[in-house]
Antibody, heavy 122, light 108 residues
Framework: EVQLLESGGGLVQPGGSLRLSCAAS????????MTWVRQAPGRGLQWVST????????YYADSVKGRFTISRDNSKNTLYVQMNSLRAEDTALYYC???????????????WGRGTLVTVSS | EIVMTQSPATLSVSPGERATLSCRAS??????LAWYQQRPGQAPRLLIY???TRATGIPARFSGSGSETEFTLTISSLQSEDSALYYC??????????FGGGTKVEIK
């Protein structure tokens, strides 16, 4: 079964850091671009960051650029996002998502995890 | 950045009736558009990509149409399990990837 499982969320103070992980199983992780999408409580979906299948290319929303770093370890089938200088507006459920098409970077997603909640508050 | 606008915000439809959801892009996205369904407490699920291609396992009552800036998701005969939020997403010009604000479909 194709599955994504996020972890690492929690309560953090403004200015703090967290690293989220997304463990993938049931597919050839190294063949797919991966993405983080977040959803603030009661709000819509917001794209955060995407990484190519090899990890050689990364992309960020302006709202997180310079503060978040996406990475992947294809030997461990795991996607990461390091989040620094966190702000209240980063509070959200963070989903990892898999591209539908192999090798490409199509940026639409056929598999999503259940999400991990990040709360930034003092 | 391409802005995606969905309408209506909420749609109330009787079981068995047709539901029509709209999505408008601020500039042409060709047919690089996806639709997702998000049931309460669940992750989004891909319904449609390339504007009109159903994803694997999606029932035939879901169909997508449109191109350039105007798109429609149609649920031909609404079932109770279709009560959800629906989002459109463009992927033609990225970054940034952009989603619409969502349409909530309620069962009347």
């Amino acid at each position: 079964e194709v599955q994504l499982l996020e972890s690492g969320g929690g309560l953090v103070q403004p200015g703090g850091s967290l690293r989220l992980s997304c463990a993938a199983s049931g597919f050839t992780f190294s063949s797919y671009a991966m993405t983080w999408v977040r959803q603030a409580p009661g709000r819509g979906l917001q794209w955060v960051s995407t990484i190519s299948h090899s990890g050689g290319s990364t992309y960020y929303a302006d709202s997180v650029k310079g503060r978040f770093t996406i990475s992947r370890d294809n030997s461990k089938n795991t996607l990461y996002v390091q989040m620094n200088s966190l702000r209240a507006e980063d509070t959200a459920l963070y989903y990892c998502a898999k591209d539908l098409l192999v090798w490409g970077s199509d940026w639409f997603f056929d598999v999503w995890g259940r999400g991990t909640l990040v709360t930034v508050s003092s | 950045e391409i802005v995606m606008t969905q309408s209506p915000a909420t749609l109330s439809v009787s079981p068995g009736e047709r539901a029509t959801l709209s999505c408008r892009a601020s500039q042409s996205v060709s047919t690089n558009l996806a639709w997702y369904q998000q049931r309460p407490g669940q992750a989004p699920r891909l319904l449609i990509y390339a504007a009109s291609t159903r994803a694997t396992g999606i029932p035939a009552r879901f169909s997508g149409s449109g191109s350039e800036t105007e798109f429609t998701l149609t649920i031909s005969s609404l079932q109770s399990e279709d009560s959800a939020l629906y989002y459109c997403q463009q992927y033609t010009i990225r970054p940034p990837l952009t989603f619409g604000g969502g349409t909530k479909v309620e069962i009347k």
